[in-house]
């Protein structure tokens, strides 16, 4: 069965990195795009952006430029986020998301169970 | 960007209940959204894609519908497990992809 399971909760101080992972099993990790999106206490869903799991190639939103990162292991099937510098507002709960396509971002059709990042001093 | 209202914001229904939210898009997505419910700490589930299509595994009671600009989801008769939060996402225009704020089912 399709299994997304993201690393642990973390606690982190301003201005640190943090890198959350994404392992994918019961599929071809390269068969569909890997989305990631974000959601702040109490708050809705936010879409982060996508990256193209045969080309390696990230497509950001905007907001999330500069201090994030997507990058991948297929030998591994895992996805990254990586976010440097981090501020107090990025405490959020982060999900990676499988896409319905191979090739784009359209639907999310399974989920990983979500990484808590916290960021206090 | 374009952005997606969803209403109402929250809604109480009793279990056996009809349950309708409604999604608009600021501008014309032809078909291109799916609805989600989200429990509390849990991931999202993909419920509805293409406004329409079921996900696989996901109970008959739940049904979208319509284009352009105005979309519902529709739970025909309300069951325990169904309170929830629901959001709509547009997938016609990226980046960004985009969601709506969100409409909590409660308890009457």
């Known amino acids: 069965q399709v299994q997304l399971v993201q690393s642990g909760s973390e606690l982190k101080k301003p201005g640190a990195s943090v890198k959350v992972s994404c392992k994918a099993s019961?599929?071809?990790?390269?068969?569909?795009?890997m989305n990631w999106v974000r959601q702040a206490p109490g708050q809705g869903l936010e879409w982060m952006g996508w990256?193209?799991?045969?080309?390696?190639?990230?497509t950001y939103a905007q907001g999330f430029t500069g201090r994030f990162v997507f990058s991948l292991d297929t030998s591994v099937s895992t996805a990254y986020l990586q976010i440097s510098s981090l501020k107090a507002e990025d405490t959020a709960v982060y999900y990676c998301?499988?896409?319905?396509?191979?090739?784009?971002?359209?639907?999310?059709?399974?989920w990983g169970q979500g990484t808590l990042v916290t960021v206090s001093s | 960007d374009i952005q997606m209202t969803q209403s109402p914001s929250s809604v109480s229904a009793s279990v056996g209940d009809r349950v309708t939210i409604t999604c608009r898009a600021s501008?014309?997505?032809?078909?291109?959204l799916a609805w989600y419910q989200q429990k509390p700490g849990k991931a999202p589930k993909l419920l509805i894609y293409?406004?329409?299509s079921l996900q696989s595994g996901v109970p008959s009671r739940f049904s979208g519908s319509g284009s352009g600009t105005d979309f519902t989801l529709t739970i025909s008769s309300l069951q325990p497990e169904d309170f929830a939060t629901y959001y709509c996402?547009?997938?016609?225009?990226?980046?960004?992809?985009?969601f709506g704020g969100g409409t909590k089912v409660e308890i009457k």
């Open positions: 501008q014309g997505i032809s078909s291109w």
């Open positions: 996402q547009q997938a016609n225009s990226f980046p960004p992809l985009t």
């Open positions: 293409a406004a329409s």
């Open positions: 998301a499988r896409d319905l396509s191979r090739y784009s971002s359209s639907y999310f059709d399974y």
């Open positions: 990256i193209n799991t045969n080309t390696g190639n990230p």
């Open positions: 019961g599929y071809t990790f390269t068969s569909y795009a």
